[in-house]
Nanobody, 111 residues
Framework: AQVVESGGGLVQPGGSLRLSCAAS????????VSWYRQAPGKERQLVAY????????YYADSVKGRFTISRDNAKNTVDLHMTSLKLEDTAVYYC?????WGQGTQVTVSS
């Protein structure tokens, strides 16, 4: 059982990226799913989470209004749509559900 992130990359400030988290080996439609990020030299921080039904979400103040978390329980996926990206959004982004962590996907915001 695992979760796998995808969709990271290099983007200019002001640009957008969509990250995706896919679960395999277990069904996470009954679980809260979270996105975290860790920048070099910093602690891992919670970015956003979504309730099992998708009707409740949370965003860190630093991303509120710019990031949107969504899920498709039929596909066992959770997406993080990131817009108006800033240099300080550069980090490795991780998906988390129950005890499962993905390997992370790198997001680099640079001009």
């Amino acid at each position: 059982a695992q979760v796998v992130e995808s969709g990271g990359g290099l983007v200019q400030p002001g640009g957008s990226l969509r990250l995706s988290c896919a679960a395999s080996g277990f069904i996470f439609r009954s679980l809260i799913v979270s996105w975290y990020r860790q920048a070099p030299g910093k602690e891992r921080q919670l970015v956003a989470y979504i309730s099992s039904a998708g009707d409740n979400t949370y965003y860190a103040d630093s991303v509120k209004g710019r990031f949107t978390i969504s899920r498709d329980n039929a596909k066992n996926t959770v997406d993080l749509h990131m817009t108006s990206l800033k240099l300080e959004d550069t980090a490795v982004y991780y998906c988390h559900a129950a005890t499962y962590w993905g390997q992370g996907t790198q997001v680099t915001v640079s001009s």
